[in-house]
């Protein structure tokens, strides 16, 4: 009744195979965009930007990536951290390096530089399979931090090791830098975000996301009916470090100012992520969102009551909220496999045929 | 010649760490072979033995933190300690249950479903019984004592020192983890080879449904095997903790432990041993002979890239099955 497809024709191709075919789910679209872009960057203040909505942003940027890869091509991977360090040391580089450039440049570029070095990563996957191939991405992860910090040419000889953001503008507004604005921050995040779901959306629906998939659900099959396995998995490895670096851009120079790596992209990072598209659901890009903002959510949520509320050390909540997530990947695995997007497509199920179920 | 020596000595060395790595990757397998879980819960299995352990031996009250932080009490200590003998038999008595409610409450609900999926679900165990582990017993780094002898080997350092005129530094517990190790491998290949319970072991990982239709039950198979592998965890738990105390790090000694099975193949159990020693003595020798020429601790990474790109040669590991796909 409230949710339906009926009397929505479609009187073109183009209209038959736009991204949101149901007239409804346009409109709900739509209107999500305009909150974003119209109304929260005039009402947020610091506290949503950093504890809420710029981390939701740049998870779901990264998770977007991982989905891709794992998701949608079926590779998965355990060095996502890993990447996201190549995108904030190539950022920080490049930033440095470069300062006239606009930081957006350097941003897309990190990306760029970052699906150099998946492909790099990826070709192993071309032989390996299934979890051989997760372990084999551990290689990537401890390799790249290690790197990092190890190499003083890449965090430019500071003392301490660390990475420190300068000051960068766009259109006269200081994007990162200690001087940042709440708004900027969340806008520069939320561009970023919207492109790169838009990419993701329609790269997926088209002939190269079918290709992933048909590599996904059976690789010799997919190679005999003509799909080039060697050029789906590295695409699949370039498109999500692409994403991957950019969310690992963005972290460092955007969201954390500062970074140390094996801190800010640790193997903790990987899982991170990983469980973000496991409870959000694999192969699906709202799933990308929705796990993202679970995972950033719940801490916030978590230590509102336990330290806010009940008082208790914040050392307990922590280890709780590590009980908690781990159950609650465990309860998801068994209740719903295909997680949260799943749950959302039952309720718009429900919904169209409410109230009238039979 | 002195370098010679000393690297002698980093070898032997690096044998004595892949004990180590390889009783880990012992338990991998053993759940690996019987119910084709790929159990990455693994270390912190070890790590949550460990604390049992620990936590028994010096009578701590179980959720004290927890109970303080909930009721106001000021818990901490029942007040006696335990022996060792004692302590260790309670904690295989944990370890059991810990096995029976993971099968209870886990695996039984995921059987049938995709290895990754399987594989993810031990991730979220692993963060489970990370947590419960530190509400359990709290954070802090413990020391772990069961009376196993430590410290330098008078004896082989004067042997060696009469041979080559410098003697050669190795731990005692090193030694006596050797030795452990050997005896535990040898009671698990009696015990699947020559016990009723063995040989369904072995039946159930041949072949799930062939074991099923001749009236083995796979719940009792794999209730057994989880805590067999709890078993061999307590003991890496036992090594690894009186070696560097009990704390987090313990876990990610798990995450060493997959190069070694990707190394030695997920399905054997000599190769889990062979894998380790490789790993073991190629990365102290790494460490040894490159690591000053780029800046050293390449320890943390050498044992994957030597997986990665042996397995670009060998996909299936020194002594695993080979892998054969059907379209």
């Known amino acids: 009744m409230i949710y339906r497809e009926a009397g929505d024709f479609k009187t073109s191709y183009r209209d038959d195979s736009q991204t949101f075919p149901i007239r409804l789910d346009r409109w709900g679209y739509y209107a999500i965009l305009a909150v974003a872009f119209g109304i929260i960057p005039f009402v947020i203040n610091d506290y949503w930007a950093n504890a809420v909505l710029v981390p939701f942003l740049i998870y779901a940027i990264a998770a977007l990536g991982l989905n891709i890869l794992t998701g949608y091509a079926g590779q998965v991977s355990l060095g996502t951290g890993g990447f996201m360090a190549v995108g904030a040391y190539a950022v920080y580089k490049l930033m440095t390096a470069f300062p006239d450039v606009s930081i957006l440049i350097h941003i897309l570029l990190a990306g760029g530089i970052t699906a150099a070095v998946g492909v790099l990563f990826g070709l192993p996957s071309l032989r390996i399979k299934g979890f051989y191939l997760a372990v084999a991405t551990l290689a990537a992860q401890f390799f790249l931090v290690w790197l990092f910090n190890k190499v003083p040419w890449f965090y430019n000889y500071s003392a301490s090791g660390q990475i420190t953001a300068p000051e960068r503008t766009v259109l006269g507004h200081a994007v990162t830098g200690p001087a940042t604005s709440a708004p900027a921050k969340y806008l520069v995040c939320l561009v970023m975000a919207f492109l790169l779901a838009w990419l993701a959306r329609n790269l997926t629906r088209g002939m190269l996301g079918r290709k992933w998939m048909a590599i996904r659900d059976m690789d010799i099959a997919a190679e005999i009916i003509g799909v080039d396995p060697l050029r789906a998995k590295l695409s699949a490895f370039a498109v999500s470090s692409f994403f991957i670096g950019i969310a690992g851009a963005l972290l460092f120079a955007v969201y954390l100012g500062a970074a140390e790596v094996g801190e800010a992209f640790g193997i903790n990072k990987s899982f991170l992520v990983l469980f973000m598209i496991i409870i959000g659901g694999l192969g699906s890009i709202f799933g990308s969102f929705a796990g993202a903002a679970f995972m950033v959510l719940m801490p916030v949520l978590l230590k509102n009551v336990l330290v806010g509320t009940l008082n208790w050390p914040t050392d307990l909540a922590a280890h709780i909220e590590l009980m908690i997530v781990g159950a609650l990947i465990v309860t998801f695995l068994i209740v719903e496999p295909h997680g949260l997007a799943r749950l959302w497509r039952l309720t718009k199920e429900k919904l169209r045929l409410w109230p009238f179920p039979h | ?327």
């Open chain 2, 1 to 327: 010649m002195d370098q010679v020596i000393f690297g002698a000595e980093v070898f032997l060395n690096g044998l004595m760490t892949g004990v180590m790595y390889s009783l880990v990757a012992l338990g991998f397998v053993l759940i690996f072979k019987a119910s084709g879980v790929f159990n990455y819960a693994q270390g912190v299995l070890a790590l949550f033995a460990a604390l049992t352990l620990v936590g028994i031996q010096d009578g701590q009250v179980p959720f004290a933190h927890l109970i303080n932080a909930a009721f106001g009490t000021s818990l901490h200590h029942f007040g006696w300690t335990v022996p060792s003998i004692l302590a260790i038999a309670l904690t295989v008595l944990v370890m059991v249950l810990l096995a029976f409610l993971i099968e209870k409450l886990v695996l039984q609900h995921l059987v049938g479903q995709e290895p990754i999926i399987l594989f993810m679900a031990t991730i979220g165990l692993a963060y489970f019984l990370e947590g419960l582990g530190d509400v359990m017993w709290g954070a802090d780094i413990k020391t772990l004592d069961v009376g196993l002898p430590q410290g330098i080997s008078d004896g082989i350092e004067t042997l060696t020192a009469g041979w080559f005129g410098y003697g050669f530094f190795i731990d005692r517990l090193d030694i006596w983890a050797t030795v452990i190790a050997a005896l535990l491998v040898a009671a698990l290949v009696a015990f699947s080879q020559y016990t009723k319970q063995g040989r369904a072991m072995r039946a159930v990982a041949d072949d799930h449904q062939a074991a099923l239709s001749v009236g083995i039950s796979l719940r009792f198979i794999w209730v057994m095997v989880w805590s067999i592998a709890g078993f061999v965890a307590l003991v890496a738990g036992i090594m690894w903790g009186t070696k560097s105390g009990v704390q987090f790090s313990l876990s990610l000694i798990a995450l060493k432990a997959l190069p070694v099975l990707m190394l030695g193949g997920f399905t054997s159990i000599p190769g889990a041993i062979v894998g380790g020693l490789i790993i073991g003595v190629g990365e102290k020798m790494f460490e040894f002979l490159i690591g000053p020429m780029v800046g050293g601790a390449t320890e943390t990474w050498f044992a994957y890239v030597l997986a990665l790109v042996f397995l670009v040669f060998r996909p299936q590991g020194l002594f695993g099955e080979r892998i054969i796909e059907r379209v």
